[in-house]
């Protein structure tokens, strides 16, 4: 997959002093919104900076939207200019391990139309389980402009996916298979799933030993997807969902949208119905 970087070879990058690379932190947990950046002030990669998934990543919640609502792009696009982002810097992504904050931020870049944007794969577990240095040092950052628009191509609203439940495009829901049946569901006020969608967890694009899927596994895992098809991609509240669009990108399909809002968006209008078990 071309949106992986090994950490031997981000190691070496940072041995050969690439000063135009910024390197970002983005672990979070669900249900301790605190323990990222908790993580990040105790040790870090070398000069890596941090962006929260609720501050950064995520715009504010509103009735609608979902409960990790895109961020407000102008805003946003000066953050990323303040930490040393502009549109020729090579970004590389890392989370606790293979999980989904850094396939947000990857997304998010993506949508923006940056293509220099890297995830570490294994993230900061392999970097230490491999010997390398980490640090508390918050690294001096310096500020360029990022020019850059969001690409509303990349997504669609919930009247889209409505009106798309009756033709050929294939809705995907990358939870859990026990939340995508309604067995169990500890975040929303209701279970289930968006009706006629496919249950693809994001979690199976990785192998057994934690790694991204490559290749023909990659091909089988999604080979029952025509890759002519519209594919809508979503999950919860739209950010483990790009883990799966990273997946089916690197797979060769192309015609592959967000949903951003998801469940969590769906659920908030009283007359969209909802399907609990299989179809």
């Known amino acids: ?6 950490v031997e070879r ?4 940072l041995e050969n002093n690439q000063d135009n690379t910024v390197i970002v932190d983005t672990r979070f947990k669900l249900d301790d919104e605190d323990a990222g950046r908790k993580l990040y002030l105790e040790s870090h990669l070398p000069g890596a900076v941090y962006l929260d998934l609720n501050r950064d990543l995520s ?4 009735k609608h939207g979902g409960s990790h609502p895109l961020p407000d792009f102008p805003n946003f696009i000066e953050k990323l200019g303040n930490i040393g982002i502009d549109e020729d810097t090579t970004v590389v992504i890392y989370d606790e391990g293979n999980d989904m904050f850094a396939a947000r931020l990857w997304w998010l870049l993506d949508a923006l139309g940056h293509d220099k944007v890297y995830i570490l794969e294994g993230g900061y577990a392999r970097w230490v389980e491999e010997g390398n240095e980490v640090t508390d040092a918050i690294p001096s950052l310096k500020p360029k402009k990022f020019t850059a628009t969001f690409d509303e ?7 889209t996916v409505r009106e798309k439940l009756d033709t050929d495009a294939v809705l995907i829901d990358s939870r859990a298979k026990n ?3 309604g067995d169990y569901e500890p975040l929303y006020s209701k279970a289930g799933h968006i009706p006629g969608a496919k249950n693809y967890p994001w979690q199976a694009v990785l192998s ?4 991204w899927l490559k290749g023909e596994e990659l091909q089988q895992h999604f080979s029952d997807l025509d890759k002519n098809d519209e594919i809508i991609v979503s999950c919860g509240s739209g950010v483990s969902a790009c883990v799966n669009i990273i997946a089916l990108k690197a797979a060769g399909y192309e015609n592959v949208r967000l949903y951003p809002g998801s469940f969590s968006d769906w659920i908030s209008y009283d007359e969209n119905e909802i399907e609990i078990g299989e179809d």
Request: aromatic share 4%; net charge positive; hydrophobic share 40%.
């Open 179 to 181: 939340r995508y049946l």
């Open 153 to 159: 191509d990349k997504i669609v609203d919930m009247q």
């Open 10 to 13: 981000l190691k070496k990058r």
């Open 1 to 6: 997959m071309t949106n992986l970087i090994s």
């Open 59 to 62: 715009g504010k919640i509103l």
């Open 208 to 211: 057994a030993d934690g790694k």
